[in-house]
């Protein structure tokens, strides 16, 4: 039987509607909570950090050139995993953060990451990037390149170790990483619902109805799916015996 492609992928539930970025405590003293607000007021989610192989590059005007802000594809009832602190990774995420569908995030330009394998036992595509990025850095070139512009949407993946023994791991693929190159200037109405811990939820969809006649939901990450849906769709009443809607 022929059927339409939009079909098949809505039935597919290992393929997120949404993309999601979760603020962190940052070293401006500001803690995830404030952060979340502060985009939400300035309706601006700002490039703060290099990303890719050229992140760290020795001129800071290289550098500042591979900003980002940074997204996650992850299916509804998973977003929790996004939030746990895993061992050897850099960055801490939080509950707290801001939802698009991924349509939105497309039209806005936003782009899923090329992932490049940098396992041992075959040729590295890593290394012809690496190459072009020294070469454009040591004549001068690079933030003015085309190639400064792909650069931010690459990132490495693999396990294994280097000629000097050591060991190293980068597995952050399944994360489904998507960004934005540069600000991320939205409007409310492209805010497909907030993320936030129980406690707060309530608190920040009043702070919101202040700046926004549209309703936004917030979500807790811990939350089951059918807790979620059932926030999102208004609903008061208890889901269980044992639990009521806060």
């Known amino acids: 039987m022929e059927r ?3 079909d098949l992928l809505a039935r597919r539930s290992d393929l997120s509607t949404f993309i ?4 962190r405590d940052t070293q401006d003293g500001r803690s995830a909570k404030e952060n979340l607000k502060r985009i939400l007021r300035k309706q601006v989610i700002e490039a703060r950090s290099p990303f890719g192989p ?8 290289d550098r500042d050139s591979q900003k980002c802000v940074s997204f996650s594809e992850t299916p509804l009832e998973h977003i929790d995993c996004l939030t ?3 061992r050897k990774r850099g960055v801490q995420l939080s509950p707290f953060g ?3 569908t991924r349509m939105t995030a497309r039209k806005k330009g936003a782009n899923p990451v090329w992932y490049i394998d940098i396992t041992p036992g075959h040729d590295w595509l890593m290394n012809p990037v690496n190459e072009i ?3 454009r850095q040591e004549n001068g070139s690079f933030r003015d390149s085309q190639f400064a512009k792909l650069c931010p949407f690459i990132e490495q993946m693999g396990s294994g170790r280097r000629a000097d023994g050591l060991g190293y791991r980068k597995e952050f693929w ?6 934005y190159h540069g600000d991320f200037s939205f409007l409310y109405s492209d805010i497909a619902f907030g993320l936030a811990p129980q406690d707060t939820v309530k608190e920040l969809e009043k702070l919101v109805s202040k700046w926004t006649k549209r309703r936004i939901r917030f979500l807790d990450p811990q939350w089951s799916l059918e807790r979620m849906i059932a926030h999102l769709a208004g609903c008061t009443a208890a889901l269980t015996p044992f639990e009521s809607e806060s």
Do not use: P
Request: no cysteine; glycine share 0%.
């Open 4 to 6: 339409n492609i939009t």
């Open 20 to 23: 999601v970025h979760l603020t």
């Open 54 to 61: 050229a992140r760290s590059v020795s001129k800071k005007r």
């Open 84 to 86: 746990y602190e895993i």
């Open 98 to 100: 801001l939802a698009f």
């Open 133 to 135: 990025i020294r070469i």
């Open 174 to 179: 399944w994360e489904r990483e998507w960004r």
